[in-house]
């Protein structure tokens, strides 16, 4: 079953159209939303959890449609949002425990699991200070620990990385992973860093002025893109570009780097062939991957 | 599991039904209401009243002692203007204790932002109203019509059945009259508190509505030359409808039946402007 299905989906607030007949089938394990600002990534993902409702068309999560099935949608999702979102005078272990119960757990299995969700994002120590008291970091992985407290499905993080220093930036990123390749919980990531993205997610959506620019498996997408080839050598003179301009494939010197856009059916191992041949030492070799920075830009331009 | 493994796994046992979840909130935010010292105090002074009215119930039919200590037993009767009194007076504290903890309830989480967490589980907008004045229906209850309808049936068993039979009708205006009010009080706190999102602010509101409104009420009244100002005074439509409903005369500018649309009209603005604030996010146009 598709994680996500979009059919002609359209918000509009007042005059503006913020999403604009959407269609898409979203099948990843972890799902990348991905846009400049304004492009309608939070407004998806809140018309997803029925916060907005669609002048036109329909979203099914999970085979639930959000018109009809909200409810249950709600049930199987947990999402953290991308504003402070916290109940003051509340510790984190209340707080979360009281997130658990309003999800359907009965009191007691919310206390525990809300101790399990704390340790799991690694504010055991802190978990029985009031929430106003945290760091931003620390409201961010409390924002997560609500989310998945009551074993949700899917997961939707909206900019769980905003305004996080670079250590705790890792520590989330490596939390997200950790989720991801647990394999209970389906993820959508929503963010505008594309390194995040990149980090954590196996698909991308890219969205533009409310509509898809590009969805895309970013691991097929990175396979089919594998032309670029940087060389560092030693001992190269002309005859060694000539052989490798032979093989088709373009290439530009300069000093003794090389640089390289293979051919069709070319590979690495003919490289190293030449150079055995002609007994040029290779000192590097560097793929130079398609990033999802190009692919995003790639997108923006079409 | 034990809590110490850092690990996660998803919950796979029974969930608590759909209905009760509003309940959730009526729990949490009731242990808020009580880690206050001087709420607790003063949900505790609003039971003197009571008492004192527990006392005469006993003395008026205390006929041996009232002689002994030279009160006249006229003076004490137990009837439905005793019952308005009583009614009275817990009303002025209802309101100064909605002053307390309504704002309390509903600005703390729209300050917060934390709307969208309640939201985005299987939990409505009007479930989250439902379970956040139920604190304050509740609370407010325990300190209306509950010990009145005790100091009701207490004085129903000094009285005996025939008084009963013949006054049940209190009962019934006791327990009409505070759940009016508790509406009245509870969707205009509430309202006022998702409005302004600031606790102090939406407590000082709800106190210059009730005043100012009387005094905004008498100056439309002398500027206007007409009674139709008394719309603006909530507490003077309650105080309409109370005395209809505890058959008492008193000189009424407005119809009983005016003031009951009037407060009917109210709570209907309230629940609009409540509804209207308590969204996940706010849609900016």
Not at chain 2, 108 to 132: I, M, T, W
Request: charged content about 20%; aromatic content about 10%.
């Amino acid at each position: 079953m598709p994680l996500i299905e979009l059919q002609g989906l359209t918000v509009r607030f007042g005059d503006r159209d913020i999403l604009r007949g959407l269609n898409a089938t979203l099948r990843g394990r972890a799902i990348g939303l991905l846009g400049p600002n304004g492009a309608g990534k939070s407004t998806l993902i809140n018309t997803l959890l029925g916060f907005y409702k669609p002048i036109a068309g329909s979203a099914r999560v999970f085979g639930g449609d959000i018109h009809t099935d909200l409810r249950r949608i709600r049930s199987l999702v947990g999402y953290m949002p991308e504003n402070d979102a916290f109940i003051s005078k509340m510790n984190a272990v209340t707080f979360v425990q009281m997130m658990g119960e309003l999800s359907g757990l009965p009191s007691g299995v919310a206390l525990e699991r809300a101790h399990e969700a704390l340790f799991y994002v690694g504010l055991a120590e802190a978990r029985y200070r009031q929430l106003g008291t945290y760091s931003l970091g620390m409201k961010q992985l409390a924002k997560l620990a609500q989310a998945i407290v009551h074993g949700p499905k899917l997961l939707i993080l909206d900019e769980p990385t905003n305004g996080l220093d670079p250590s705790a930036r890792q520590r989330m990123i490596r939390m997200i992973r950790e989720i991801r390749d647990g394999e209970e919980m389906r993820i959508v990531l929503c963010s505008h860093l594309l390194r995040d993205v990149e980090d954590t997610c196996d698909e991308v959506l890219i969205l533009k002025q409310g509509q898809i620019a590009h969805y895309s498996n970013l691991n097929e997408e990175r396979r089919a893109n594998k032309r670029f080839l940087e060389l560092e050598t030693y001992g190269a003179n002309g005859d060694f570009t000539k052989a490798i301009e032979q093989l088709g494939c373009e290439c530009a010197v300069t000093a003794n780097r090389m640089k390289m856009v293979l051919a069709d059916g070319i590979e690495t191992r003919d490289i190293f062939r030449l150079a055995a041949e002609q007994q040029v030492r290779i000192r590097r070799m560097n793929f130079r991957r398609d990033t999802l920075e190009d692919i995003f830009l790639k997108a923006m331009e079409s | 599991m034990a809590v110490y493994r850092r690990n996660y796994k998803p919950y796979a046992g029974t969930l608590t039904p759909a209905w009760s979840r509003f309940l959730v909130l009526f729990r949490y935010a009731r242990r808020n209401l009580f880690r206050s010292k001087l709420q607790t105090g003063f949900f505790v002074a609003c039971f003197f009243w009571p008492v004192i009215c527990l006392v005469m119930i006993y003395l008026a039919h205390s006929a041996g002692f009232l002689a002994k200590i030279g009160i006249p037993s006229e003076l004490i009767t137990i009837d439905n203007q005793f019952f308005f009194r009583y009614i009275s007076v817990q009303g002025v504290l209802a309101f100064l204790l909605t002053a307390f903890v309504g704002p309390g309830l509903i600005s703390p989480d729209l300050a917060n932002g934390a709307l969208p967490l309640y939201f985005c589980r299987p939990f409505s907008r009007a479930e989250y109203v439902l379970g956040k004045s139920s604190v304050l229906a509740i609370t407010l209850s325990q300190i209306t019509w509950i010990p009145g309808i005790v100091l009701f049936i207490i004085q129903a068993s000094f009285a005996g059945a025939s008084w009963t039979w013949s006054n049940l009708w209190i009962a019934g205006s006791l327990v009409l009259s505070s759940l009016i009010w508790i509406a009245v009080l509870s969707l205009l706190s509430m309202a006022l508190s998702a409005w302004v999102k600031w606790r102090i602010v939406a407590g000082a509101l709800l106190l210059a509505v009730m005043f100012f409104g009387a005094g905004f009420a008498q100056a439309v009244n002398a500027v206007l030359r007409t009674e139709n100002g008394h719309f603006f005074n909530v507490a003077y439509l309650m105080s309409i409808v109370w005395n209809s409903l505890f058959l008492l005369d008193s000189d009424q500018a407005i119809p009983v039946l005016q003031a009951w649309i009037a407060l009917l009209v109210y709570c209907g603005i309230c629940l609009a402007l409540l509804m209207k604030k308590v969204r996940a996010y706010e849609v900016v146009r």
